[in-house]
């Protein structure tokens, strides 16, 4: 799956469908699956180092998690998180940390949030050479200046300037766009104005494709559950019982048997 793959799904009518990743296995289980796209996200923060919000990820974190997912990958195309403060202090320093993430994580794009204000952005690093997926709408690293994770775009005056983000993302050469916590109505006008792809997380279903948290949608992760998250599966309550499993046969000395017993 390439860039320009992903780009014709739009033309062709086809739903692309993307994950997050984070590590080896669970990237080779979704690859191996017939993911689109694999996304190495700053949600690593929540869902694999317990923060609270995106914000304490590092480029470095985001490294580590991209060449593990790019070893399990076969088929999908991945694409790196751009993190707090990797982008916003401007152009030179963004090329500086997506270089990093293509050359040293193996990245083949990635993603930055914002829309008008960070089109000299996206564009200088397009034009190095990295393609870019934009991201709008609630925009998670802005979770202090929103108060909260809150649906974007419900005023009038708040949706015109969300549209003109996304047209802006794409009017810098971004490649695709994020739709995330939005009106579905919003959502389906982006996508329709846009000639990019769009990929929505509670954006509802008119958007070109989807994407969720691995971790949500499988059930590992429940300290909040979004309303725009489906489970399906309950992991957590799956490992649970095989972790409490192998204790009694440990303590019962069910387990070694002789199957497993070297002579």
Same mark, same amino acid.
């Given at each position: 799956m390439t860039v320009p793959e992903v780009c014709s799904m739009k033309e062709k009518g086809e739903k692309i469908v993307c994950l997050t990743a984070y590590d080896y296995c669970l990237a080779r289980i979704? #690859?191996?699956s017939? +993911? #689109?796209?694999?996304?190495?996200g700053d949600s690593l923060g929540s869902v694999v180092q317990g923060h609270d919000s995106t914000l304490p990820v590092t480029v470095d974190d985001v490294i580590y998690h991209t060449k593990a997912v790019v070893r399990g990958r076969r088929r999908a195309l991945v694409v790196s998180d751009m993190p707090f403060m990797t982008f916003q202090l401007g152009v030179d320093e963004a090329k500086r940390n997506a270089g990093r993430l293509v050359q040293e994580g193996g990245a083949e794009s990635v993603k930055l949030e914002g829309g008008?204000?960070?089109a000299a952005t996206?564009?200088?690093?397009?034009?190095?050479?990295?393609?870019?997926? *934009?991201?709008?709408?609630?925009?998670p690293q802005s979770v202090h200046q929103f108060g909260g994770y809150r649906i974007q775009g419900r005023g009038e005056a708040d949706a015109r300037a969300i549209l003109d983000d996304a047209m802006a993302?794409?009017?810098?050469?971004?490649?695709?766009?994020v739709l995330?916590?939005?009106p579905v109505q919003l959502?389906?006008? @982006?996508?329709?104005?846009?000639? @990019?792809?769009? +990929? *929505? @997380?509670?954006?509802?279903?008119?958007? #070109?494709?989807?994407i969720l948290v691995v971790h949500d949608m499988l059930g590992l992760f429940d300290d909040f559950t979004p309303k725009f998250v489906k489970r399906y599966a309950n992991l957590k309550e799956t490992i649970g019982g095989a972790v409490r499993s192998y204790m009694e046969e440990v303590r019962t000395e069910a387990f070694p048997a002789e199957e497993h017993t070297f002579h």
């Amino acid at each position: 799956m390439t860039v320009p793959e992903v780009c014709s799904m739009k033309e062709k009518g086809e739903k692309i469908v993307c994950l997050t990743a984070y590590d080896y296995c669970l990237a080779r289980i979704l #690859d191996e699956s017939g +993911i #689109d796209i694999l996304l190495v996200g700053d949600s690593l923060g929540s869902v694999v180092q317990g923060h609270d919000s995106t914000l304490p990820v590092t480029v470095d974190d985001v490294i580590y998690h991209t060449k593990a997912v790019v070893r399990g990958r076969r088929r999908a195309l991945v694409v790196s998180d751009m993190p707090f403060m990797t982008f916003q202090l401007g152009v030179d320093e963004a090329k500086r940390n997506a270089g990093r993430l293509v050359q040293e994580g193996g990245a083949e794009s990635v993603k930055l949030e914002g829309g008008v204000t960070q089109a000299a952005t996206i564009e200088g690093l397009v034009k190095m050479g990295v393609p870019v997926m *934009g991201h709008v709408g609630l925009t998670p690293q802005s979770v202090h200046q929103f108060g909260g994770y809150r649906i974007q775009g419900r005023g009038e005056a708040d949706a015109r300037a969300i549209l003109d983000d996304a047209m802006a993302v794409e009017q810098a050469g971004a490649f695709a766009v994020v739709l995330e916590g939005m009106p579905v109505q919003l959502a389906r006008e @982006i996508t329709q104005r846009v000639s @990019i792809p769009t +990929i *929505g @997380i509670g954006a509802g279903m008119h958007c #070109d494709g989807q994407i969720l948290v691995v971790h949500d949608m499988l059930g590992l992760f429940d300290d909040f559950t979004p309303k725009f998250v489906k489970r399906y599966a309950n992991l957590k309550e799956t490992i649970g019982g095989a972790v409490r499993s192998y204790m009694e046969e440990v303590r019962t000395e069910a387990f070694p048997a002789e199957e497993h017993t070297f002579h």
